[in-house]
């Protein structure tokens, strides 16, 4: 008898539901959002681009075909074959819901479809027009196979064309894409930090305006650059690399940072100082029921370059670099006043609640009486900011 | 030759370890998303709250047990209440280890599909995980013991340093602002905090075993340490999960602290998902707990109809187990029992303990004028 329920008990608990093989898998690298009428199959006449349309769909009973949802996998062949072929193909469905076009999809696919290794999300700025960055993301967050630190990425043109995109590294599109945001703090034109899945779920859930990384393809050229700013989970319009910059400076997120100006003494000259190290502190503060923001900036770094007519400057000179660390800093200054300009008067948006989360966690009383309408009173709140950059090296050559 | 497993005495300490591993078990997977959303900022003074609280309950337990030496709850509750009295009492008791059972084996059932193995049915989980949980329960306490120990040194160490990668997506700015709290949702979630809390009822059965060798001050003592590494542990659950996802997030997450772990990146290392190595870590702890809750449910069993072996009752209760835990499977009634178990809980350990050492004081009053 207890053999018997030994053997019954081996038989059906042994884990076998779940064995899936390696090789039974097509991995999922990268997903792509458009609107159902873009992200066509590229090169295709548009009778032929009509009837693929017709072929990769499905029969919707309920709502309309609002998404086109396209696949980046992996292939899983051997390599040796043509220079130029591609690690990666593309499958695309258009339908309403996610799932369900996914699960279509599987009459695309030999093997299943897994999620696990998802590098990154490219969601196109006519999706993100007709829908909330909430509702796209549903499926993304709720399902298990999604790991939270998927990249989120939006661009101007066809989600999709960013798919087919062969990368010159031939690796994988997905991987290519997603490790371009990877070096994102020794770059402050692109907004890296706290911007993928498992970041923008959370600020979905506060409530938080959101800020996603621009992503743009040219002809064979992809460049990261700029954000995409949400109000809550609505699209309200993109920023650009200077006004990021200014953003990075202003919340202290970028580890990393090159400053250009013109020389002080010389028109035309340009000097570059490479930030190294900072400290940063945005303080609110509330004075007779008045809020104002402190920013107080410390930079340490180098000077790196100098271009122009370079003769005659000796940057060893305490007074010559004095002049210049007063120049870099009035220019932080005034990168930061953009931003802070582009993001209050223009936008007349809370960039990722920081301000708000500033006041919330350090001001509550007056937070709980000014929460209801901080969208109004935001753009009214002065920032007051102080830069001091000191420039600790100046190379191999004075 | 003598069965060395069946082991009639341990120190102050190992009972301190039991009530440590037999309460930590499930819950710091399964309670604080409920208690985040019910008290919001200030989580953490719950916990710290429930943990003098629930204290003070195991201190009353002590200074009870201390009135009846050598003897468990089985024993001396129908003489504190009568025949019929004292069997309700026995039921009660053996009741909030029954339910925090059904309540752990479906929700590492729920975990463990939904994580792991999202292909197989929480039924199958459960089942693996009941028999290798009923076959250590049928073991004497030397051995549930050892494993326990064991598991306190190796399982809660592992998990302890996974949890601690979260510490890389900490934001201290996340805990604030610490002041001014709901005082009230800190107050009613100190009650609630007794799921994770739970499971140091046992003292009343496993005292016999200690009471001899300790006086009530080194208990006492013992138990402090217990529940304060069990608060810590709890703390930094709580912390570290408001730290890393907020207090609005952690509300909208069924498992906030496998979320937590999930969002993790090792830089420069391979290791990937650690929430399935928190998971590898937590199955034992969960399998210790239950293990202990099932031993004392059999033992409860076998004192009250004077039995000579636990090993009938564990096996009976299998099924009764398996079938309940299956009747969870709905999130409304989970959420139900769990509140109706921890007002039961509740009310034991500061409607009923009180009532015994009054009773008991009574008693021996009457029994001493009664010599006058």
Known sequence: ??????????????????????????????????????????????????????????????????????????????????????????????????????????????????????????????????????????????????????????????????????????????????????????????????????????????????????????????????????????????????????????????????????????????????????????????????????????????????????????????????????????????????????FKKELRVDCVSKFAGKMKAYEPDTWELVKDQWDEIYPTIPLVISVNVSIQKIGSHK | MANLEAKTYMSAWQLAIVVFVTCVGAQIMLSPRALIEQVGHGTELSVLLGGVLFYGAVCLMLVLAKKYPGETIVEYAPRLFGKVGGTIIIFWFNLLFFLQVTQIFNGIGKIITFYMFDRTPPEVVIAALLVVSTYCALQDWGTILRVQQFMFFVAYSILTIVWMTSILNFQPENLLPLWPVNIKAVIMGSFSTWGMYSGYECVLLLIPLVYRQASLSSLLKAMGGSFGCLTMIFLMVIVVIIGVLTVDEAENLLYPALIVIRSVELPGTFIERLENYLLIAWVPVVFDTLTAMMFFMGQVCMRHWRHADHRPWVLLSVPIIYVSCILLDNQHVYDMVNSVTMWIGMAFSFGVIPICLSLSWWQKRKAGKGCD
């Not at chain 1, 008045?290 to 305490?318: A, R, S």
């Open chain 1, 1 to 342: 008898m207890s053999c018997m329920v030994l053997v019954c008990l081996c038989l059906l608990i042994a884990g076998c539901w779940d064995r899936r093989e390696l090789q039974d898998r097509n991995f999922v690298l990268a997903v792509a959002v458009d609107t159902a009428d873009a992200g066509d199959k590229p090169g295709l006449e548009p009778e032929q681009g009509e009837k693929v349309k017709k072929t990769e769909t499905f029969l919707q009973p309920h709502g309309t075909k609002r998404y086109r949802l396209s696949l980046q996998v992996l292939k899983f062949t051997p390599g040796g074959g043509e220079k130029e072929e591609s690690k990666t193909y593309v499958i695309s469905n258009t339908g309403e819901s996610f799932f369900e076009m996914v699960r279509d999809m599987l009459g695309q696919s030999s093997k299943s479809l897994w999620f696990e290794h998802l590098q990154v999300i490219i969601i196109s700025e006519a999706v993100l027009k007709q829908a909330g960055l909430n509702e796209i993301l549903d499926f993304f967050k709720r399902d298990s196979e999604m790991r939270s630190r998927i990249k989120l990425y939006v661009t101007p043109g066809t989600a999709r064309d960013l798919l087919e995109y062969n990368p010159p590294t031939k690796e994988a599109g997905g991987i290519y894409l997603a490790d371009l945001i990877r070096l994102h703090t020794r770059n402050s034109h692109v907004a890296g930090s706290r911007t993928d899945l498992g970041y923008t779920v959370q600020y979905l859930d506060t409530r938080s305006n959101i800020l996603l990384p621009r992503i743009e393809i040219a002809d064979k050229v992809v460049k990261l650059g700029g954000s995409a700013v949400f109000k809550k989970d609505q699209f309200i319009g993109y920023v650009d690399e200077y006004a990021i910059a200014g953003l990075k400076f202003m919340y202290g997120t970028e580890q990393s940072a090159v400053i250009v100006i013109e020389s002080p003494e010389k028109p035309g000259q340009i000097m570059t100082f490479e930030l190294f190290r900072h400290d940063t502190r945005l303080i609110p503060h509330v004075e007779d029921g008045t809020i104002y923001f402190t920013l107080d900036i410390n930079m340490y770094g180098n000077l790196d370059e100098i271009q122009g007519d370079i003769g005659g400057e000796n940057t060893l000179d305490p007074q010559y670099l004095h002049k210049l660390e007063a120049a870099f800093a009035e220019e932080i200054k005034r990168n930061i006043l953009y931003a802070d300009n582009v």
